[in-house]
């Protein structure tokens, strides 16, 4: 069965008139996945590590039926592959086999790669975090979970 490879970048967005934040871009294989919707990292991340229905396209509201999503990528894992499979309403149906682990470190490294600009965030930033699916709680508990690990 062929593995596919998982990258995960970040785009920063300037308001003017609010906090910069940064936008997840996922791409399977140098394919981008989900580009019409919003990428919920976390649960991307919960994807990687559980098995079960993860929600890691949404709306921006934070509400996957407001653009009607109504079912979450189904993950399924066996040894060190996850296997990612869903559908977009305007985007057809996907099916993915991931390593679990590159995959991880994919979405470690992405989050680490932006660290400077989110240690700075968390510091001014009381209410919204500007990584989509992250409080500033969860992101250093993510991050410390990465130190550790």
Known sequence: MKTN??????R???????PSYLVG??????????????????RLAEALAREG?????TCGCGVPGCIGIVDGVQSRISGDQVKLAGSLPKGGSFSFVLSAAQARKAVAD????????????????EGE????????YTYHTFIGGLSAG
Do not use: M, N
């Open 129 to 136: 975090f500007p990584v989509f699916g992250f409080s500033v």
């Open 25 to 42: 871009e996922l791409r399977i294989d140098g394919q981008l996945l989900g580009d019409r919707y919003v990428l919920d990292v976390r």
């Open 12 to 18: 920063k967005v300037d308001c003017p008139k609010s």
């Open 53 to 57: 229905e993860h929600f890691i396209f």
């Open 5 to 10: 490879i998982l990258s995960l970048t970040f």
């Open 110 to 125: 992405a989050l680490l790669a932006e660290k400077d600009f989110l240690d700075e965030a968390c510091r001014w930033e």
